[in-house]
């Protein structure tokens, strides 16, 4: 019954690869997020999604795109993946709207080789 | 931009002992939260502070918040080994984004 879920936990690629990551929520919430924690545990907001609707969507590279197929749903794919996208990507979700109460993933720790 | 700063980013303290963790922020907010982070493991959401004065406890975990100095606290009473964790405060404004502290990790020496 687990409330955010993820998918993969580990992931490890090669520099130039393409990955996905997969996230679900069970709880309602209208309000989907992809944050990512580098090695210092700094936590930082890439994308955000309200009722499959692009919220926010921060400076990110254009490698990486979301895909919101409903609002329980929310996939975040890496296009020619490099060293430097190695971290903790967390997704997480929250009721009504963007700014409230995040719940969050158990996280998919990506390491690019 | 909204900026969110802890202090301090590590802190090593006995069991039994009392400490205070800061939350500054740059920026009116409408809500801070606190949440916990194990090693390796996902965010735990600890408190909602909604409103200045704000006072929330569960254990040996109080938390409170001053709108008017832009400062929340996360006061650690007598503190057990279990504590130990990396905790975050985020803070949001007009309801965008949360904007996440650095963090501070707490480690608790028997």
């Known amino acids: 019954d687990t409330a955010v879920s993820q998918t993969p936990k580990y992931l490890v690629t090669q520099m130039g690869n393409d990955k996905s990551i997969k996230c679900e929520q069970n709880l309602g919430h209208d309000t989907m997020y992809w944050y990512k924690q580098d090695s210092k545990k700094f936590l930082k907001i890439m994308f955000s999604?309200?009722?499959?609707?692009?919220?926010i969507n921060e400076t990110v590279p254009n490698r990486f795109s979301p895909k919101s197929p409903d609002k329980a749903h929310l996939n975040l794919h890496i296009n020619s993946l490099e060293l430097g996208d190695s971290a903790v990507y967390f997704c997480?979700?929250?009721?009504?709207?963007?700014?409230?109460?995040?719940?969050f993933g158990q996280g998919t720790r990506l390491t690019v080789v | 931009e909204l900026k969110v700063e802890q202090n301090p980013l590590f802190l090593s303290m006995q069991e039994g002992k009392n400490y205070t963790i800061y939350c500054n922020y740059s920026t009116t907010s409408d809500r801070l939260y606190w949440y916990r982070q194990d090693p390796g493991k996902s965010l735990e959401s600890l408190f909602v502070?909604?409103?200045?004065?704000a006072v929330k406890q569960e254990g040996r975990l109080m938390a409170s918040l001053d709108t008017t100095a832009r400062l929340s606290t996360l006061h650690i009473t007598a503190a057990v080994h279990d504590l130990s964790a990396t905790y975050f405060c985020a803070v949001s404004q007009d309801l965008e984004k949360l904007t996440f502290g650095t963090g501070t990790r707490l480690t608790i020496i028997p």
């Open positions: 999604y309200n009722n499959k609707e692009l919220i």
């Open positions: 997480a979700s929250s009721p009504l709207r963007v700014g409230t109460e995040a719940f």
């Open positions: 502070l909604l409103s200045n004065g």
